[in-house]
Structure formats: C-alpha cells, structure tokens
C-alpha cells in the first residue's frame, strides 16, 4: 500500500510492505519508552549462526542476534573482536563462510545488490574521498531508487538531510577538500537520504569532537523513531552508546559474550569483556561508565 509521509520535514508518498522488508511511520521515543515491532513478524534484520575468517583465522563464531523497528543497537568490545566484521557481513560487503543474514524473512544472500541498498545503508569506519561535491555525493544516497531521472523528490529529500546535518552552507565544497570530521557527516547524511530500513554505522562518531558527536546521535536516534526503522552500530564510547542506544552486544574472542539493555551493563561485565575494573553510576537516570583508575 501507499501512504503519504514526513520525512524530516518532507512530506512524501512510497510504498510499504509488512514484515518482508520496511514499513514506516511516524512515532515519538521518550526516555522509558517502549519498542515498536509489527504484530506477527519477525526482527527486522537477524543475524542467525553466522560464522567468518579470513583464510585460517576465525574472526566470528556462531554469531545470532537481531534488531527490530524502532531500535538502536550499539555492538561492543575491544578492538580485534569482529565487530567492523560483523557489520560487513550484514549487508553482504563480506559473505559469512556459515550462517545466515535475514532482512524481515528474506536471505540477503539471496538478494540483488540494489535490493540490498535499498533497505540497508551503511557507513565505513573510513570513506575514500574523490573528486566530488558534498551535494553530488549526498544525492548518491538515492541510487538505489532512481529511475530515469532524478525527481523532485530526491533533491527535496538531499536537501532536507544537508540542512538537518549542517551541511546546506558547505554543499558545493568537495569532499577532498573537508575534514575527516565533516566527511563521515558527509556519509552518514547520504546513507539516511538512501532511507534504508536498516543503517550500519562502523564507529559513526569516531572523527568527531564532543558537540558533533551528539549531534550526529541525535540525528540518527531521530531518524530511527521518526520512520521507525533500525540501526545498529559499533561503537568504543561506552558513554555515548549507554546514553543513545537500546540494545547492547558484547562481544569477546569473536563471540557474544552478552546481549542486553542499559540494566545488564554491570561493572562485572564491562571488566570481564575489557579487562578493566569500573565503576557504573547514575546521572540523570542515566548509567555513565567511570574506570577506577
């Protein structure tokens, strides 16, 4: 079916479908709020069993987990334990050597690569820069879903995210010419114009200072419950992740070590995983992380 709807401001009409791939809506997400999944369907993206490695090393073992609409989900651990990998093979940038990757009940494996891009956007830990205006690069995002030409509606929607992302004033600049910082907002920006139903995100914050780092969470959180899709993200600020994300996966050796929300990020857990000991206080009803030494 067909449904007119607000995106950041524009309102537009596309189509849905229940429980294959997307469907959206506008909802608000307060503090203590609870998650939207559709009534009979399955996590929006599920990772089932999969396993990987680069020649004899195995980097991810029996790995399952899953996000649903309406849901953030910061995947966690020290350097080196899959977790850049593991987002990989959830688009199929790298085929799991066992395993399955489901978007609602279909097999990416099974997909077409502009299907794939149609319902998951992702953004890299690091983004090659060319020769390219910020704008150029923004519209890109809409690939995907371009037919012959490109409509109003796409430059109405890269519009909208440049001015949402603080880009409108710099959008003629190339991309070879910015700041590593200002590249991946670049990136960010055009992975929500695709308007997946999904976005990975490998360390969104990584190449910001302090105030772009909320900013960009902030936006990302908008996104997720403005149109009631999905992210999942890596991520090393335990801070950030508490304070912007739903679901939390720790992962050890290759392996979950545990699944949960903000109650089950213990001090234990966090020392267990990091090898660190911590303390867990609360701020503002919030759970902030404070190494002991």
């Known amino acids: 079916m067909t449904g007119d709807h607000t ?27 609870e998650h939207h999944t559709d009534d009979g369907c399955h996590a929006l993206l599920k990772a089932d069993s999969v396993e990987f490695e680069y020649g004899a090393a195995k980097v991810l073992k029996d790995i399952t987990v ?19 990998t593991l987002l990989k093979c959830m688009n199929m940038i790298l085929k799991p050597k066992g395993g399955t990757i489901f978007i609602g009940e279909m097999d990416l494996s ?24 910020i704008f150029d690069t923004v519209l890109l995002g809409r690939k995907p879903h371009l037919g012959w030409k490109v409509t109003d509606h ?3 929607l890269v519009y909208d995210a440049l001015e949402k992302f603080g880009l409108s004033d710099m959008q003629l600049r190339y991309i070879d010419e ?11 920006c055009r992975a929500i114009v695709q308007e997946p139903s999904v976005l990975l995100l490998d360390e969104p914050t990584s190449a910001l200072d302090m105030s772009r780092q909320m900013e960009i969470l902030k936006l990302i959180r908008h996104v997720v419950d ?9 991520m090393h600020d335990l801070n ?7 679901k939390f996966v720790f992962m050890k050796g290759g392996k979950i070590h545990k699944i949960c929300d903000r109650s089950g990020v213990t001090p234990e857990l966090i020392e267990e995983v990091y090898g660190i000991a911590v303390d867990v206080i609360s701020h503002n009803n919030m759970p902030i992380v404070v190494p002991k030494f």
Not at 226 to 234: G, V, W
Request: charged share 25%; proline share 2%; glycine share 10%.
């Open 66 to 84: 899953d996000v649903s609409r309406g849901e953030i989900l910061a995947i966690l651990g020290p350097n080196g334990v899959g977790k850049s």
């Open 226 to 234: 403005r149109h009631n899709c999905a992210t999942i993200m890596t």
């Open 110 to 133: 099974k997909m077409s690569g502009r299907d794939i891009a149609k319902n998951v956007g992702y953004v890299a830990q690091r983004n090659e820069s060319a020769r390219m205006t």
């Open 240 to 246: 950030l992740a508490l304070r912007f994300a739903d």
């Open 7 to 33: 995106h950041d401001g524009v309102t537009h009409e596309h189509e849905h479908s229940h429980c294959d791939i997307v469907h959206n809506h506008p909802h608000s997400h307060e503090k203590g709020h």
């Open 178 to 188: 910015i700041s590593g910082g200002e590249l991946q907002r670049v990136c960010v």
């Open 154 to 156: 796409d430059y109405e």
